[in-house]
């Protein structure tokens, strides 16, 4: 197996859309009504300073970054295909470091993720991260999402 993280390039996005799992079309969807290419593309640009790309035998299986919200406030995020899926322990130690990282940037990271997707958030807590209050009706679709939290 071939693994390793890099800095994202622009044709990830598209790459990974064609492939991206299930849980993350139907959250990107329900959050802002794109579809997976526009969704990537928006992290993408909003992730400028920190967004990667996870390879695994030259394919793009994942991508992920942070947006900044304001100073000292950030918003992580990751989008898969199955594949990250399969390979998430080889993945876990290296998110760990990167939202480490992350930590050292910013005081506080947060955002949103649907209460359907229970892999994400069995991810999200395995990284640390605290669960502070479900949002009924959250987005494009109005859907029932947990903010989710990480502070120094």
């Known amino acids: 197996m071939n693994y390793y993280i890099r ?3 622009k044709n990830d996005c598209y790459e990974l859309s064609k492939t991206l799992r299930k849980q993350d079309v139907q959250e990107v969807f329900a959050s802002f009504g794109q579809n997976p290419a526009q969704a990537l593309i928006r ?5 400028h300073l920190h967004c990667y790309t ?12 942070i947006s900044k919200i304001r100073d000292g406030v950030g918003s992580p ?3 898969g295909s199955d594949k990250l899926t399969d390979h998430k322990f080889e993945f876990h130690k ?7 990282t992350f930590m050292d940037e910013y005081n506080v990271l ?13 991810w999200i807590k395995s990284l640390g ?5 479900l949002v009924d009706n959250f987005g494009y679709e109005q859907k029932p999402f947990y903010e989710f939290v990480k502070a120094i």
């Open 77 to 79: 995020w990751l989008l």
């Open 110 to 122: 947060f955002n949103y993720v649907d209460k359907r997707n229970t892999q994400a958030i069995k």
């Open 7 to 9: 800095s994202s390039k």
């Open 54 to 65: 996870i390879i695994l035998d030259d394919e793009v299986v994942g991508m992920f970054g």
């Open 94 to 100: 290296h998110a760990k470091e990167h939202i480490d």
């Open 129 to 133: 991260f605290t669960f502070t209050k």
């Open 43 to 47: 992290a993408y640009l909003t992730s």
